[in-house]
């Protein structure tokens, strides 16, 4: 039967991009559905009634929404290049992270940003803290993943895109290769993996690290 | 009928064959044990008349039950230690007990005093200092629904995610829902002390969602229970308990009548019912909360 998948997604939307990096290293043929945040389609509005939000992916007419289950999905639909260990252990250990990313991660690192003053250097103490435990999960290893890109490495590649762009805006120097050597180096080697490994076609080289575009297709 | 004369032929006897087993024995292995393991691979518990452990029809059946399962799996039963760190009153520590006795799994558990962490937890979950923590063969795992599933992958037995792609899909997002939607509006709503009237509100709205969902259903699952109803164990008790708690009715029977069954059926459910903590207690310790909230502001 022919499959047919479809993706609702943003350009700017990291958790979109999330989706669109597990179906490239896939090598999942897909329609890709570009929606405006502020006059979303009737037909996201029907796929996703819950939260209205993208990502949603469409797998033969059906609908799963939530980018780190439809990573999962997408895992456990399409069997080659594993994105999750087969190991129970290792998954549930790539769960964790997955998760510690998005509750804890991305959210300390948000705050640091749009405060200023002392109210930031008083939450700068809890985001260092974060990236320190993941500094330590890099130990002897290329990606989270180990040797390849794995569930962690897609659920906090937004690290690569969004922090510079942060970075860039601000002023302030969150990951720096002084202060967390293994992490610069996972989000350069993210960088080319996902724009010059992913991307069959590529039409210029990747940008200096940092801007939402040089991530996204 | 059979019933009746098996039970006339058991008693007074250990075993069929009296003193030892005999071939009748053997051959009672179906029920023995693969009914109790089809019982359970159904989720279906064929009334009062097959117990599972349960010394209803005849000492000699229930002990024979009880001897077969410590050789349901060899490979992965033998030699296992398995701890879990909890607490009495976590709704999530208690997910992690109802899907480990769905599976059968025999474990040490150890209390935690949340205001004392032994070494063993911070030691085994460095990054949050919170229970649950599962404990397997010395392999510390953290995150109730983590956990969960690391039960469902590792052991055989009740399927807690369904087999299907799609299926485990669905059931995953209203995990996540519930407890990342679910829970911190319906927590904001009862101790926010600002824009309360709002925060109410928004929790309803997410309630209703919950409401939607559980129409013409007994569990989240359908007709058994699956991992969503597990995970929302926040919803089958815990709710009830804090609104009595806070004396604040956020979500009364007329409006959400498919809720309101849900809990009723919770509390009766057999995989539930003893993992609940005692209702009197649990109802005391968020009112002393609660007023310790208000008397810090």
């Not at chain 1, 989000?187 to 069959?200: E, K």
Request: with cysteine.
């Amino acid at each position: 039967m022919a499959e047919e998948v479809k993706l609702f997604k943003t350009w700017s939307s990291p958790y979109g991009l999330r989706a669109v990096w597990a179906l490239k290293l896939k090598g999942i043929e897909y329609e890709s559905i570009d929606e405006d945040h502020d006059n979303k389609s009737p037909q996201l509005l029907q796929y996703n009634p819950v939260h209205k939000k993208i990502p949603v992916l469409i797998h033969n007419g059906k609908p799963v929404a939530e980018s780190l289950v439809i990573v999962e999905y997408i895992d456990e639909t399409w069997k080659q290049n594993p994105i999750l260990p087969q190991d129970p252990y290792e998954c549930a250990t790539a769960c964790f992270w997955a998760k510690f990313g998005d509750e804890k991660v991305l959210p300390s690192i948000w705050r640091v940003f749009i405060q200023e003053g002392k109210a930031q250097e008083e939450l700068l103490g809890q985001a260092m803290e974060n990236l320190k435990f993941l500094e330590e999960q890099l130990e002897g290893k290329v990606f989270f993943g180990g040797e390849k890109i794995g569930l962690v490495d897609i659920a906090l590649g937004w690290i690569a895109n969004l922090t510079c762009m942060l970075e860039e805006i601000s002023g302030l120097k969150l990951i720096t290769q002084e202060k967390f050597p293994l992490l610069f180096g996972w989000m350069q080697n993210f960088v080319c993996t996902v724009f010059v490994c992913l991307n069959p076609k590529p039409t210029e080289r990747p940008r200096q690290l940092g801007g939402l575009q040089a991530l996204d297709y | 009928e059979l019933q009746n004369e098996l039970k006339d032929e058991q008693k007074k006897k250990k075993f069929f064959g009296g003193e030892r087993i005999s071939l009748v024995d053997i051959a009672a292995n179906f029920k023995g044990y693969w009914l109790g393991v089809t019982q359970e691979a159904l989720g279906v518990e064929l009334g009062e008349a097959w117990p599972i452990g349960k010394p209803r029809l005849s000492p000699s059946i229930t002990t024979q039950t009880s001897r077969l399962n410590t050789h349901r799996d060899p490979k992965i039963m033998a030699n296992e230690e398995v701890k879990l760190l909890g607490a009495w009153g976590s709704a999530f520590s208690r997910r992690v007990e109802i899907a480990l006795k769905l599976k059968g799994v025999k474990y040490e558990y150890i209390e935690e005093d949340i205001h004392n962490k032994s070494p063993l937890l911070l030691r085994s979950n460095p990054v949050h200092k919170k229970i649950p923590v599962l404990i397997h063969n010395g392999k510390p795992i953290a995150e109730s629904q983590v956990i969960i599933e690391y039960i469902d992958e590792t052991w055989d037995g009740y399927p807690i995610l369904p087999k299907d792609p799609y299926q485990r899909a669905v059931a995953r997002f209203w995990a996540k829902f519930l407890d990342e939607k679910c829970l911190p509006a319906v927590r904001k709503a009862w101790l926010s002390t600002e824009e309360k009237d709002k925060n109410v509100e928004e929790a309803l709205e997410v309630l209703k969602i919950v409401e939607n969902e559980l129409k013409n259903k007994n569990f989240f699952g359908g007709n058994t229970i699956n991992m969503v109803d597990i995970i929302a164990n926040l919803i089958g008790y815990w709710f009830g308990v804090v609104q009595e708690a806070a004396g604040i009715e956020l979500a009364n029977a007329e409006s959400f009548p498919a809720l309101h069954n849900y809990m009723n059926e919770y509390v009766k459910c057999s995989h539930f019912k003893e993992h609940l903590p005692p209702r009197e207690k649990l109802v005391e310790y968020y009112r002393a909360r609660f007023e310790a909230t208000s008397s810090s502001k």
